[in-house]
């Protein structure tokens, strides 16, 4: 379920990446419209993806594992049944293609932002963006309201 690759990039070529690309069914999994039912077989992955973080080992994540840390951050901080990705966008913020030979995308472009929208409960809007180095942080959550939307703490 996981592939973890080493790819050396960076000046002089003496920076070790360690990537983590997960397989498509983790996102065709994630495109499903309860996936809490899943969580807890990927809470090994997940833990293993902090364990790389925590030891300042991991650099890059591809926009399957901002997946998961969005999950997980999701769970730990709301009360929810389901998720829903709802939406998601990559801002890709270096590209060394030409000095690197693999050819892997994240290889190629290992420093992104990932913003994505979760539907939690089937209303609350969460907004996260996602460090390729694996920071979450909450941008801004939305519930319905009488009145609109109303932003929720």
């Known amino acids: 379920m996981e592939k973890l690759e080493r790819v050396i990039i960076g000046p002089g070529a003496d920076l070790l990446v360690i990537l983590a690309a997960i397989l498509t069914i983790t996102d065709t999994v994630l495109l499903a419209p309860n996936i809490l039912e899943g969580y807890d077989s990927w809470k090994k992955l997940i833990e293993r993806i902090k364990g790389f973080i925590s030891k300042k080992q991991l650099v890059s994540i591809d926009e399957e594992g901002a997946k998961l840390l969005a999950i997980d951050y999701i769970v730990n901080h709301y009360s929810c049944n389901d998720i829903e990705l709802v939406d998601s966008h990559v801002i890709n913020i270096t590209d060394i293609s030409g ?34 180095d694996g920071e979450v942080k909450l941008i801004k959550a939305f519930g319905l309201s009488n009145y609109g939307l109303c932003e929720l703490k």
């Open 99 to 132: 000095k690197v030979r693999n050819t892997s995308e994240l290889a190629k472009r290992p420093h992104n932002y990932y913003v994505q929208t979760y539907r939690i409960n089937g209303e609350d809007r969460i907004i996260l963006g996602i460090r390729s």
